[in-house]
DNA sequence: TCCAAAGATGAGTCTCCACTCAGGTTGCGA
DNA sequence: TCGCAACCTGAGTGGAGACTCATCTTTGGA
């Protein structure tokens, strides 16, 4: 589909993605394309020559975030899964970013995500761990708000267990 | 204590509380001082004659509506008030910002709010509507947590009602 | 090996915004 | 009423960060 990229093309562009990975998970959004560039060892310039924006490349990261994500929701359980995400959510920024973006393309991602949960929350109502009632749509606000609060709030394991105890006794039976 | 101000600068300075309030609560902090100047009918050198910095002019406003927030907790139950600071934080963008707050001012302030919370917290336990191993920072948690989400998530009046619900079950005996 | 096209570079442009200050205006005590 | 200190004004400064592009470098097919 693409016109094969040049070695090198191929090189700089892994390398970018990983240093944005790593960036944008430690620093936030707000990182600047500079400090991508510098961490990858290219110049600014190339970064966008392969991606149009910065915006574009952050969109680019939180898929991938997202998308590992949904990968682990196969073998989990909802609770489990909540927690990995809230844990996940404090190590890296992006994923919070994720939960905010507007962009169509992390829409999607975000859809795929629900539909995970829809799957786990049918699960766990079948386990009799969760009220019949409970829609996804709930479960996902309680998802994200924990996520980000954690986050931005810097809550410690502790605090994260302890909160998300309530959460799940709110959703039980 | 303050050496009298001119009238006009009282005046001024009125118009600038108030302009930065309205502008504040509905573009959140990252709406610019020009645009409060306007508001206020004022030329940005006023606003930073009355206010040495921008961040500054933000904490006096964070912390008013910290403070009206508090007011309100007297004549409240733990959950009513819950309610309430939700529904006020999608309304105006300045309570989620106070939330997150590094300054000291709101520091000292959020502190306010959380002596509230634990006075209503007691109340409730006595009043056996909240299992008595619930302490406050778990509950002020939650209590940011949604306020954050559903004011950056557009949470719809039904989503907040149901997704507060379910966070009350979890804090009931 | 050679060279044209693809790619990389990084100084420079552009835009936005917080903040400043020289010069004009106004309130108010005498 | 006068005079001046307190105020106000808004064009200008400085810095940050996204994005560009003329120029140089590398790749890979002939």
Redesign the interface.
């Known amino acids: 589909m693409s016109p094969e990229l040049r070695a090198d093309a191929q090189r700089n562009r892994a390398a970018i993605l990983a240093a944005a990975s790593e960036t944008f998970a430690e620093h936030g959004p707000k990182a600047t394309t500079e400090q991508v560039a510098i961490r990858a060892g290219v110049a600014v310039g190339t970064v966008f020559r392969h991606f149009p924006t910065k915006q574009a490349l952050l969109v680019a990261i939180m898929k991938e975030s997202l998308h590992r994500l949904i990968a682990k929701a196969a073998e989990s359980t909802l609770f489990d899964f909540m927690t990995e995400i809230v844990d996940e959510a404090v190590r890296t920024q992006t994923v919070v970013a994720a939960?905010?973006g507007p962009q169509l393309d992390i829409r999607d991602a975000l859809m795929g995500l629900t539909e995970e949960m829809r799957r786990l929350l049918e699960q766990a109502k079948d386990a009799g761990e969760v009220r019949s009632a409970?829609?996804v749509?709930?479960v996902m606000?309680?998802l994200?708000?924990?996520a980000?609060?954690?986050q931005?709030?810097g809550?410690s394991v502790d605090?994260r267990r302890?909160?998300l105890?309530?959460?799940?006794?709110?959703?039980a039976p």
């Not at 105890?165 to 959703?171: D, M, N």
């Open positions: 939960f905010t409970v829609q749509d709930e606000a309680l994200t708000a924990a980000q609060a954690a931005q709030g809550w605090l302890r909160t105890a309530i959460i799940f006794k709110g959703l």
